[in-house]
Structure formats: structure tokens, C-alpha cells
């Protein structure tokens, strides 16, 4: 089979969700925002339940692998066996920049509160938007800027206000340096994985980039002497709730939208996460915000409102 042959077989096999209804990428993307708030609080039990950042995030991405891998064999496995070298570098690539957000991003929250780590690793956004100008030529509209001016606002309002109130003890500013640094590493993965959704039915994709990601972090914990196995049940299951809820429906809602929706509405959607996550840690944790805090989840949220606009027109 030849390159060109290749490729029709990738596009017909990445087409069969093409044609999707305008309201369902929105949709779609609600219920990944809602899944995925739990990241961050599921983090927390699995780290009060003794594992490490680092053995949290391989966990979680190598059971996601392990649970989508007969989904992408089985439709996908023509497609999967076409690949290209490139293409395959592109898939390590977004695997490596997605292993290294959640070693990052998880450990920033054994440092810092939930509110600050996800709001600021979240900002991908920003970034998002600046290499998407840099690289790609894109410029956003002007209900899109409004949207995102308006969102990052809000996610500032709530990083100082919670920058202000740090209980003592707490290492705020190493937690939000990595926080920030994990959403580097999500924008270049979402970025990346624009690329290959073109040409890549979700499953494929989704078992391409989390089993990269799971593979990276498993050489991390054997150079690092990060064991993991001898924990609790306890532990696992929480590990496995993660893989199933933000990983799977959460973040492969993300992957799906990619090819109907834009990577800096998708973006502009993560912001939303503080706003679950610190909800649920106001429930969960008594991890109470101040009144600025407020603020900034409403901005956030109009915010998210404007560009959603932005994108349906």
C-alpha cells in the first residue's frame, strides 16, 4: 500500500465523526469539563492514600491505555498499521508533553491549593493562542479575544486571591511554577494532537497518546525508584476512578472536540475547571474561597459563555 493509500485509509476511518451535529461538540465538551474537575480532587485522596505524584500519573494513563486499547484495535487497526514515521514521532511527541503535564501538574498539588493549580494550569489558553498566531498564521476573533481577555482575568483574580491566603507550610510558589509548567505541556499537547486528529479515528489516537504518555512516565518512576506496586486497594481504585472519569470521559471529550471545534475554544473551555474543582474542594476538603475568588469564577464562566459564541459563529 502506498503513502497516498495510506492516507485515504486514516482520512475515511477519521471521517466517521465528522459530520457532527453544530450543538454536540459543545455538549460533548460540558461533560469532559465536569469529569475532568474531578482530576484534581481524586489527586488528593490518592496522595492522602500514600501514592506518590509520579506513581498517580503513570497509574492513570496506563490504565486509560489499558481500558481503550480493544476500542482502538479493533475498529482502527488498519489505520493504526498505516501510520507514518512522522506520524508516529508526532504521537511520542504528544505523549511525552502529556506525561510531563500530569507529573507536573500533579505534584503542584501536594504543594499548592487546589484552586491555584488549576488555575493556573489552565492557562493553556494564553499559550495556545500565542503559537497559534506564531506558528499557524491564526488570528482570533474579536468576540473570541473578549472571551479570553475576560477568562484569564478571571483565572488571575483567582490565583492572587488564593496566593494571599496560603495556609503555612505550604510551598505556594513552587506548586504554582509547577502548575504553570504543566499547562506549557498540555498546550503543546493539545496542539500536537490537532495534527493527528485530522488523520486518526479518537480511539486510535487517544490509545496512541495516552500509552506514549504511560510508557514515558513508567521509564520516570524506574529511573527515579518510584515503585508501583505494595499499595493499598484503596489506592488503585482511586487511581482506576481517575483513568475512567478525567482521563477517559474527560479528556478524550477534549481529543474528540478537536476536530470540530478549534484548539483555542477548547482551551478557552479548560478554564472552567477551576471553577468544579474548587467547588468540590469547598465540599470535600472545607477548602473555603474568599470573595475574589468568586469574582474570578464568574468571569471565568462569562468568559467561557463569549467564546462559545465566538466559536458557534
Excluded at 468544579?276 to 462569562?302: H, K, P, R, V
Aim: charged share 10%; proline share 4%; net charge positive.
Amino acid at each position: 500500500m502506498t503513502q497516498t493509500d495510506a492516507g485515504r485509509v486514516a482520512s475515511k476511518a477519521a471521517g466517521t465523526d465528522r459530520h457532527a451535529p453544530r450543538w454536540l461538540p459543545f455538549l460533548v465538551l460540558g461533560v469532559g469539563l465536569l469529569a475532568i474537575s474531578f482530576g484534581a480532587i481524586l489527586a488528593r485522596y490518592a496522595q492522602a492514600n500514600g501514592l506518590p505524584s509520579l506513581a498517580i500519573a503513570t497509574l492513570r494513563l496506563a490504565f486509560a491505555a489499558l481500558i481503550v486499547t480493544p476500542f482502538a484495535f479493533y475498529p482502527s487497526s488498519r489505520a493504526l498499521r498505516t501510520l507514518s514515521r512522522r506520524q508516529l514521532l508526532l504521537a511520542a511527541a504528544a505523549g511525552c508533553f502529556l506525561a510531563l503535564h500530569f507529573a507536573t501538574w500533579i505534584t503542584s498539588l501536594a504543594y499548592t491549593s487546589v484552586a491555584s493549580s488549576t488555575a493556573l494550569v489552565t492557562t493553556n489558553l494564553l499559550w495556545i493562542g500565542i503559537a497559534s498566531f506564531v506558528l499557524f498564521g491564526e488570528r482570533p476573533g474579536r468576540l473570541m479575544l473578549v472571551g479570553i481577555v475576560i477568562s484569564l482575568t478571571g483565572s488571575l483574580l483567582i490565583f492572587w486571591s488564593d496566593s494571599q491566603t496560603s495556609a503555612a507550610g505550604t510551598q505556594p510558589l513552587l506548586g504554582n511554577f509547577l502548575a504553570l509548567a504543566g499547562s506549557w505541556c498540555f498546550s503543546a499537547y493539545l496542539l500536537l494532537g490537532r495534527r493527528l486528529r485530522a488523520v486518526l479515528p479518537l480511539a486510535a489516537y487517544v490509545w496512541l497518546a495516552y500509552g506514549c504518555a504511560a510508557l514515558f512516565l513508567v521509564n520516570a518512576c524506574l529511573v527515579s525508584g518510584t515503585p508501583l506496586t505494595g499499595y493499598s486497594g484503596a489506592a488503585y481504585l482511586v487511581a482506576l476512578g481517575m483513568a475512567v472519569g478525567p482521563q477517559l470521559v474527560g479528556h478524550t471529550a477534549y481529543n474528540w472536540s478537536l476536530k470540530h471545534v478549534s484548539p483555542t475554544f477548547v482551551a478557552v473551555v479548560t478554564l472552567g475547571e477551576p471553577v468544579g474543582s474548587a467547588l468540590l474542594a469547598w465540599l470535600l476538603f472545607d477548602e473555603g474561597f474568599a470573595l475574589l475568588q468568586g469574582i474570578g469564577f464568574i468571569l471565568l464562566l462569562c468568559g467561557i459563555y463569549l467564546a462559545a459564541r465566538a466559536e458557534r459563529a
